[in-house]
């Protein structure tokens, strides 16, 4: 039985990635993957791609696509951010010295980002940013249970499990038009019942938005989905950003509320 850590929406938040990494650790999980926005926000996007780039896999999410073209739909903060961290990944460290045989850091970055697949499928799981009809872009939202034409549509391209991120409010989404939080599933969600379907939104690591300022991610057992909330040390990437003009020191302190 594979164990799965599930990670997305990290926003350049290495000291986020970095705790969360090191729970993971205590879990004996088998691989680690992402499910997009490993940049955007925050402010160590390379060093956040170095960590990913060795996970199982990572899928595309809109930041990371908005720093290769130009983004639509930000908001002015956002594009700032997102145009400062493409300066970042078009300038940073290059090659090894002396080893011009080397592709420089930047460009196996872009390459990495370039490559991303927008979807991610094992069987009957699927593994998307936004959601299974707009895998890069489409939020899904908690009040969308409101929605029934919305949610028939996305469940009926569901196979058995769409694990999510994007809205950065952790969750899971039932047929039954239920949005159940990770608090009321403390000992994990059974999943097991292959005929069953449901939405998995796995949170945010370097950004969460649920009023709850903790890092998230989700272990997938292939039986169970297990939440994880994690503290990290939100003052040390507040001053990081307020270290970057370029960034707004909003994206910083929005942190410290969750939102």
Not at 87 to 106: R, V
Not at 251 to 257: H, V
């Amino acid at each position: 039985m594979t164990r799965t850590a599930i990670l997305s929406d990290i926003h350049g938040n290495l000291t986020a990635l970095q705790a969360v990494l090191a729970h993971v650790q205590t879990q004996q999980v088998d691989r680690i993957v992402c499910l997009g926005d490993v940049v955007g926000y925050g402010p160590q996007p390379c060093e956040c791609l170095d960590v990913v780039m060795e996970f199982g896999f990572c899928v595309l999410g809109n930041h990371d696509s908005s720093a290769l073209f130009d983004p639509e739909g930000f908001n002015a903060a956002a594009e700032q951010a997102i145009f400062w961290t493409r300066s970042k990944l078009e300038n940073h460290a290059g090659a090894a010295a002396g080893d011009d045989q080397q592709p420089s850091a930047s460009r196996r970055r872009l390459d990495f980002l370039c490559g991303l697949p927008r979807t991610i499928r094992e069987e009957n799981v699927l593994f998307v940013h936004g959601s299974p009809r707009g895998p890069t872009n489409e939020y899904v939202m908690p009040e969308d249970i409101q929605n029934s034409k919305k949610m028939e549509k996305l469940f009926s391209l569901v196979p058995h499990l769409c694990f999510q991120g994007h809205t950065h409010v952790p969750g899971i989404f039932t047929t039954d038009l239920n949005f159940i939080r990770p608090g009321e599933v403390p000992e994990g969600y059974d999943v097991s019942d292959p005929s069953a379907r449901l939405m998995i939104n796995v949170g945010s690591v370097g950004q969460p938005r649920d009023l709850d300022p903790r890092s998230c991610y989700v272990i997938y057992d292939q039986q169970q989905v297990f939440f994880h909330r994690v503290e990290y040390d939100i003052e040390d990437t507040i001053a990081k950003i307020e270290a970057e003009t370029e960034l707004d020191n909003f994206l910083g302190y929005r942190l410290r509320d969750g939102r």
